[in-house]
């Protein structure tokens, strides 16, 4: 009788792999999740019987058994040439497997193949498209990842956000996304944009999808216990009048159905001076990027694509003193992001995910002021599913919480997810 059940479920995450297989195959033409020749089903295949053959007794398999991931092609993955969707060689920046791929593989997941991004994680864009609509971005940089969790490709995608480039793709993808707090998961072994501020994360159809994934991998992750009354802040003010009109409409309809279901919004003025924080984030990541690529932009300059080159002359001309007067910034806006909640006694931020629907056209990524401010200051955040704009396409809730609060984050989604248009 368990031998047969044993083989029930080993039958069934073969099947689902096949089907998962087929699917990719009949639809990543047009969508360009992977980047080319990363998607093996041969490969795959061989992934899930080598699980099956470790892990025979389904009471003694790992957490993430059987779970499928997108890898975005700035993780080192053993097995796989990370090209950063560049033109550079590829063997100048090659290195051991990133520390998330080894801990997802331990605790029983199956890499389905390398993601496409933008390049080095900036804005020249991926060939992927948006799946709800091919002429519409997906977002970036971790455009394969949301996409492929989009289409059903695969239940985990992983991304890096250095201004926008996990919550902004998620909202525009109409997926769960989430950045942990700033160095809550290891970027060992990603090929860096900007040491200071890069995160990496995840992407997922569902947040508790996420807190079985963060469990897994971090062994510092504590369950944690909500009040029964959420408040949530609003960040009145400048930081907010750069959505556009529908986005902040379709945000006051969220607030509204929030308070309808128990929750307490409290308006809070902060963030008027966005401009100047946009500003010293954007010299900040420009400054590092420069120094990451000094190695190389010398003799490669013609390969890099034009808004990478931009970035680095850009981040050229910021010198140490600057540099160090920037990364200082970082921990003064999560000072004082920390300082009002505890002064208006709110658990989280809440506030458009985006500053509207995914922009047609293939040309740019879309707009990451949204997200900024939660990624200078290394704050965790999120995005839920919320609703759909005047062109049909998804936009989403973003809440950011307190620092290495992260348990308390994606708890407070949850009871957040429930009161929220789909």
Request: charged letters at 20%; aromatic letters at 8%; glycine letters at 8%.
């Amino acid at each position: 009788m368990c031998h047969n059940a044993i083989d029930i479920e080993e039958s069934h995450l073969v099947q689902s792999i096949d089907r998962l297989c087929r699917r990719i195959t009949d639809m990543d033409e047009t969508l360009k999740v992977f980047v080319p020749e990363t998607f093996q089903p041969s490969a795959i295949r061989t992934q899930a019987d080598k699980l099956i053959s470790l892990y025979p007794d389904p009471d003694a398999r790992p957490p993430l058994f059987g779970r499928t991931v997108g890898i975005k092609d700035i993780f080192h993955c053993d097995g796989f040439t990370t090209r950063c969707g560049s033109d550079l060689p590829p063997d100048l920046f090659q290195g051991a497997e990133a520390e998330l791929v080894r801990r997802l593989k331990t605790a029983g997941a199956i890499m389905m193949g390398k993601t496409a991004t933008t390049e080095f994680a900036y804005f020249a864009p991926a060939p992927t498209v948006n799946p709800h609509d091919p002429a519409r971005t997906p977002g970036g940089s971790s455009s394969g990842s949301a996409a492929g969790v989009a289409a059903g490709f695969f239940s985990l995608g992983l991304g890096t956000q250095t201004v926008g480039s996990i919550i902004r793709p998620a909202a525009y993808c109409g997926v769960v996304g989430f950045k942990p707090s700033f160095g809550r998961v290891s970027t060992a072994g990603v090929v860096p944009f900007s040491q200071t501020v890069d995160h990496a994360g995840f992407f997922s159809r569902t947040f508790a999808d996420l807190v079985t994934v963060m469990a897994a991998i971090d062994d510092a992750w504590q369950p944690v216990t909500l009040p029964g009354q959420l408040r949530l802040g609003i960040p009145r003010g400048a930081y907010l009048e750069q959505a556009e009109p529908a986005a902040r409409e379709a945000f006051q309809h969220q607030i509204r159905q929030l308070e309808a279901n128990g929750c307490t919004i409290v308006d809070i003025p902060i963030l008027d001076d966005i401009l100047a924080i946009n500003e010293r984030h954007g010299r900040l990541i420009a400054g590092e990027m420069a120094r990451v690529h000094a190695r190389w932009y010398e003799a490669q300059q013609e390969r890099y694509r034009q808004a990478t080159r931009d970035i680095i002359s850009r981040g050229r001309e910021v010198d140490d003193a600057e540099f160090n007067d920037l990364r200082q910034s970082c921990m003064d806006l999560r000072t004082t992001l920390e300082t009002a909640m505890q002064t208006y006694d709110i658990d989280a931020w809440i506030c458009p995910a985006t500053t509207g629907e995914a922009p047609l056209g293939l040309e740019s990524t879309g707009s990451p002021l949204m997200n900024l401010p939660w990624t200078h200051s290394g704050l965790p955040a999120i995005t839920l599913p919320a609703g759909r704009g005047p062109a049909g396409l998804p936009l989403g809730l973003q809440l950011a919480g307190s620092f290495m609060a992260d348990e308390a984050l994606l708890a407070l989604a949850g009871q957040a997810a429930a009161a929220l248009p789909i």
